[in-house]
């Protein structure tokens, strides 16, 4: 099966200090690739270089054939980003912090009232849709950012550290989320310090 995401030789130096050398990866639909390194060991900005929002001294990354340089709105409609520090509006209801998200992607009206629907209940927050993210507890809140990036229904999902500072049972709820994505065909980049995590995720 051909790769959902390709990335060659990425390289990202800052000043003296190369905080990524040469990585190259391939993830295929239904697969988990895992990111396993200490804090520092530059997989979040491996993650920047990937999605787009941090541009590499060198390499290339495709998403289904397609690189930025060639169709950026067709590059990012395909990728979701769930990152290490929170994405959310506090003071908006959970629903409308997933409708804007899903409008920064065209979605609009019934389409995008109907997707946030369906990715707050896939992360098990439909009862909580009208809340505000300032009444969640941290594990909600990753929940919940995960849900953002899913609005737009991506190929490609990069999460960098998701379960960073959640409790035992919101991770273990974030893991059933990711492996239903799995089965459901998605493509996910996985960013962790912790070996069990890795381990029982990824392929």
């Known amino acids: 099966m051909p790769a959902a995401l390709q990335v060659q030789g990425l390289r ?3 000043g003296e200090r190369v905080a990524v050398a040469a990585v190259s990866f391939s993830v295929a639909p239904g697969e988990i690739l895992g990111l396993l390194g200490p804090n520092g060991a530059g997989k979040s900005t491996t993650v920047g270089m990937v999605c787009g929002l941090t541009p590499p001294d060198a390499g290339t990354v495709s998403v289904a054939g397609i690189t930025l340089a060639q ?4 590059f990012k409609r395909r990728v979701g980003l769930v990152p290490q520090e929170l994405a959310l509006f506090e003071d908006l209801p959970a629903q409308a912090n997933i409708e804007l998200f899903g409008a920064l992607y065209g979605l609009s009206g019934a389409t995008l009232q109907q997707r946030a629907s369906e990715v707050l209940a896939m992360v098990g927050l439909a009862d909580r849709a009208r809340d505000k993210p300032a009444t969640f507890s941290g594990g909600m809140k990753r929940r919940l950012n995960i849900a953002c990036a899913l609005v737009h229904d991506p190929d490609v999902l990069l999460l960098d550290e998701p379960t960073a500072g959640v409790d035992p049972q919101s991770r273990n709820a974030i ?6 994505l799995k089965r459901a065909g998605k493509a996910l980049v996985y ?5 069990e995590e890795a381990e029982r995720l990824a392929d």
Do not use: V
């Not at 169709?71 to 067709?74: A, V």
């Not at 893991?175 to 239903?180: G, P, Q, S």
């Open 12 to 14: 990202k130096a800052y």
């Open 71 to 74: 169709d950026e709105m067709g």
């Open 175 to 180: 893991f059933d989320n990711l492996e239903a």
């Open 191 to 195: 960013t962790t310090h912790y070996m």
